[in-house]
């Protein structure tokens, strides 16, 4: 039996400047880190000739190119498999849709275990290649290179969305103690909404497209913002990170419509009424996960709580995708 897992990520800065249609024509820059919170994939061989496939779903086919589940689909053929003999599990401690890069995490999971069973080493720049190809290439989903990259690569990772489509990775240069501050005053609360990322980046991917002005200066702002934050990290300066994030999502807002709605931003004004420094919607928006950074965590805790939103711990993943057992 082989189990990969691939973690799920928070953005902590620059994001919605690694789509195609902004980095392809101004260069892209991020920061992100992966959170111990995952998604699995389980593989193993079966007595019957018949590939079987369970997600939300159950699928069994004669041969992996009748799969109705695209990423699945795509992934046994760009590796040249045929699924036959074969049984495949998913599972995710987070449900998809939440803006913790679900995707990105279950195809970067799902080549791991791919590529074990073809007995192939693959370097985590690779794997976030081939998964970013499945995704954006060979789906057409208007979406970024981010949740791919940072699911491969693990840790605090600092990255550049080249013109040229090469993507340079690198840590963030933060001391330990500011790291475990991090760790520590971050806090997720899930808002209870989930969505489709594809269908709110959508809009963002044509106005960009379209060299549409007020999107371009939005994206090059959320990219400076993005190099900020680094700095504030690095600096050891997180009441400023949360100041940043702040600013982040207001910017964030303006992009659609959809971004967020009333009771999003009434619970977002009650966080930061309530102990929080600064925050964001974390993903595309529209729902998922609410983001702040708070010293007094307390406070927060109770008045989030009191206003029905359960909250995810977390610390943060530095192994990025990787086998469990093969």
């Given amino acids: 039996m082989i189990i990969a897992r691939s973690p799920l990520r928070i953005s902590l800065g620059g994001g919605g400047t690694d789509l195609p249609s902004?980095?392809?024509?101004?260069?892209?820059?991020?920061?992100?880190?992966?959170?111990?919170?995952?998604?699995?994939?389980?593989?193993?061989?079966?007595?019957?000739?018949?590939?079987?496939?369970?997600?939300?779903?159950?699928?069994?086919?004669?041969?992996?190119?009748?799969?109705?589940?695209?990423?699945?689909?795509?992934?046994?053929?760009?590796?040249?498999?045929?699924?036959?003999?074969?049984?495949?599990?998913?599972?995710?401690?987070?449900?998809?849709?939440?803006?913790?890069?679900?995707?990105?995490?279950?195809?970067?999971?799902?080549?791991?275990?791919?590529?074990?069973?073809?007995?192939?080493?693959?370097?985590?720049?690779?794997?976030?290649?081939?998964?970013?190809?499945?995704?954006?290439?060979?789906?057409?989903?208007?979406?970024?290179?981010?949740?791919?990259?940072?699911?491969?690569?693990?840790?605090?990772?600092?990255?550049?969305?080249?013109p040229d489509g090469r993507v340079e990775a690198w840590p963030l240069k933060i001391s330990e103690d500011t790291r475990d501050l991090l760790e520590d005053n971050l806090l997720l609360f899930f808002t209870g909404y989930s969505r489709s990322a594809s269908a709110i980046l959508k809009e963002q991917d044509q106005k960009s497209k379209a060299a549409d002005q007020s999107m371009i200066d939005n994206l090059h702002f959320v990219k400076d913002l993005g190099l900020q934050s680094k700095a504030a990290m690095e600096?050891?300066?997180?009441?400023?990170?949360a100041r940043l994030m702040d600013v982040h999502w207001q910017h964030k807002k303006r992009r659609s419509g959809g971004m967020s709605n009333p009771k999003i931003n009434e619970w977002y004004d009650l966080a930061m009424s309530s102990g929080a420094l600064g925050g964001k919607l974390i993903g595309a928006g529209g729902g998922g996960f609410l983001m702040f950074?708070?010293?007094?965590?307390?406070?927060?805790?109770?008045?989030?709580?009191?206003?029905?939103?359960?909250?995810?711990?977390?610390?943060?993943?530095?192994?990025?995708?990787?086998?469990?057992?093969?």
Avoid: W
């Avoid at 795509?74 to 599990?89: H, I, V």
């Fill in 22 to 162: 902004y980095y392809e024509k101004f260069g892209g820059f991020l920061v992100a880190a992966a959170i111990d919170r995952y998604v699995y994939i389980t593989l193993h061989e079966s007595f019957t000739p018949d590939l079987t496939v369970k997600y939300s779903e159950l699928e069994r086919v004669p041969e992996a190119a009748q799969l109705k589940h695209p990423i699945i689909r795509e992934a046994f053929a760009a590796l040249g498999l045929d699924g036959k003999y074969l049984e495949l599990t998913s599972m995710a401690d987070i449900p998809a849709g939440t803006g913790l890069g679900s995707s990105g995490s279950f195809t970067t999971a799902l080549m791991k275990a791919l590529h074990t069973a073809k007995k192939n080493l693959v370097h985590p720049a690779d794997l976030a290649a081939q998964a970013c190809d499945i995704e954006l290439n060979r789906l057409k989903e208007p979406i970024g290179k981010q949740d791919q990259y940072i699911a491969a690569y693990g840790g605090i990772t600092c990255f550049n969305f080249l």
């Fill in 235 to 241: 600096s050891g300066n997180l009441a400023e990170f």
């Fill in 293 to 326: 950074y708070a010293e007094d965590k307390s406070r927060l805790r109770m008045a989030m709580r009191q206003a029905g939103l359960k909250e995810v711990r977390f610390r943060f993943d530095f192994e990025g995708t990787k086998l469990v057992i093969a």
